[in-house]
């Protein structure tokens, strides 16, 4: 079973610009999430998708961020404008039994240095 | 709302050690916990999920236990290896969500 593939990898940006990250979840599974990880502390949810319709984005930062999943499978993360504060680890998970806590797998996740 | 807080923050022990790896939660009423491992530049691995009516979880070296009313989990490893070097992340779900809210974690470090 391929993992959640998450691009690019690193992105570096200056402050005030754009970025976009994208997340293909594994193949059947509803539930789509991005966390944001900064450094040393856990995963932070931004948003939790089911299919195509948005569950929680109550930590969405809705001025600058955005997210979309398009068909209910991938899923891109937006940024704009880029503040210093959002230089973090964005991970994008999903899940086929979201009710029950398990069967979550995480991407790799996205580095994002702001500068 | 719920706060999710691991000590220690960081540990290095020599390889063979057993040790123990702390969380602690502040609202009681949660779904289940689990932990999770990540290693550098990778995202988490699920290592055990213990269910609110259980007391523990084992997994081969792994051994979780929950004390749903005091607020804390421990995670119990045997015979530390080498390969053990990650940061462990504790993870509880409440009664009301289908989130977790992870704990900061703990970054472990086993010396050959």
């Known amino acids: 079973e391929a993992g959640v593939a998450q691009s690019p990898r690193y992105k570096i940006i200056e402050k005030r610009q754009s970025v976009a990250f994208w997340c293909n979840p594994i193949?059947?599974?509803?539930?789509l999430y991005w966390y944001q990880q900064i450094l040393g502390q856990g995963p932070k949810l931004l948003i939790q998708?089911?299919?195509?319709?948005?569950?929680?984005d109550s930590q969405l930062p809705k001025d600058r961020f955005s997210a979309e999943r398009l068909k209910g499978v991938d899923s891109t993360l937006k940024i704009q404008p880029a503040k210093l504060e959002d230089s973090a680890v964005y991970l994008c998970a999903s899940s086929s039994l979201p009710q029950t806590g398990t069967g979550y797998t995480f991407g790799s996740g996205t580095r994002l240095t702001v500068v | 709302k719920q706060e999710v807080t691991q000590i220690p923050a960081a540990l290095s022990v020599p390889e063979g050690e057993n040790l123990v790896l702390n969380c602690s939660f502040t609202d009681s009423a949660i779904y289940n916990l689990q932990w999770f491992r990540q290693d550098p530049g990778k995202g988490l691995t699920s290592l055990l999920l213990i269910q609110s009516s259980q007391r523990e979880q084992t997994s081969g070296r792994l051994n979780a236990s929950l004390d749903k009313s005091s607020g804390r989990s421990t995670l119990y490893i045997a015979a530390s290896q080498p390969g053990d070097s990650a940061t462990y992340l504790c993870?509880?779900?409440?009664?009301?969500?289908?989130?977790?809210?992870f704990g900061p974690g703990t970054r472990l470090s086993v010396l050959p």
């Open positions: 998708f089911q299919n195509n319709g948005v569950v929680d």
């Open positions: 193949s059947g599974h509803a539930t």
């Open positions: 993870a509880v779900r409440d009664n009301y969500g289908q989130n977790f809210v």
